[in-house]
């Protein structure tokens, strides 16, 4: 049996428009009120942050439809994807995408010591992650990190 055209692209354009209508939803309370930095495979349960490696830092929002939030490492030793690649590329105004009440980044320390992220939407900051990164070596999905 074969559906037609339109049955076939119903659930796509639904899912766009939620989609869109989560992205483009008015806040009332701008406020990010938790940062993680997810550890990655390898690293033990004291060390589990290796420079060089990536590792999924989780911004959580008061309201699941919040504006964009900018996640920042405070010792500059780092990169962060997509943020700073669309930054340097397309938009210096850019910030993470908020949806369900999360914003993603990827962050790749670059040197061992201490590192603060801060993810915050308006100039009055927010929360703050503090995490030590030691020497690491990425291998596959994780990363072995010297002790």
């Given at each position: 049996?074969?559906?037609?055209?339109?049955?076939?692209?119903?659930?796509?354009?639904?899912?766009?428009?939620?989609?869109?209508?989560?992205?483009?939803?008015?806040?009332?309370?701008?406020?990010?009120?938790?940062?993680?930095?997810?550890?990655?495979?390898?690293?033990?349960?004291?060390?589990?942050?290796?420079?060089?490696?990536?590792?999924?830092?989780?911004?959580?929002?008061?309201?699941?439809?919040?504006?964009?939030?900018?996640?920042?490492d405070y010792t500059g030793?780092?990169?962060?994807?997509?943020?700073?690649?669309?930054?340097?590329?397309?938009?210096?105004?850019?910030?993470?995408?908020?949806?369900?009440g999360h914003a993603f980044?990827?962050?790749?320390?670059?040197?061992?010591?201490?590192?603060?992220?801060?993810?915050?939407?308006?100039?009055?900051?927010?929360?703050?992650?503090?995490?030590?990164?030691?020497?690491?070596?990425?291998?596959?999905?994780?990363?072995?990190?010297?002790?």
């Open positions: 049996m074969r559906r037609s055209r339109t049955a076939r692209s119903t659930p796509l354009a639904a899912a766009v428009c939620a989609v869109a209508a989560i992205w483009s939803a008015p806040s009332a309370a701008a406020e990010v009120i938790d940062v993680t930095i997810v550890p990655g495979l390898g690293g033990g349960p004291t060390t589990p942050y290796g420079a060089g490696c990536t590792y999924l830092v989780v911004a959580r929002t008061a309201a699941p439809a919040e504006a964009g939030v900018s996640i920042v030793a780092s990169t962060m994807f997509p943020q700073e690649l669309i930054w340097d590329t397309v938009d210096p105004y850019y910030n993470s995408p908020v949806a369900l980044t990827l962050w790749t320390p670059t040197e061992p010591g201490e590192h603060s992220l801060m993810a915050y939407q308006t100039s009055a900051g927010g929360p703050i992650e503090t995490v030590t990164v030691n020497p690491g070596t990425p291998i596959g999905p994780g990363c072995i990190v010297a002790p």
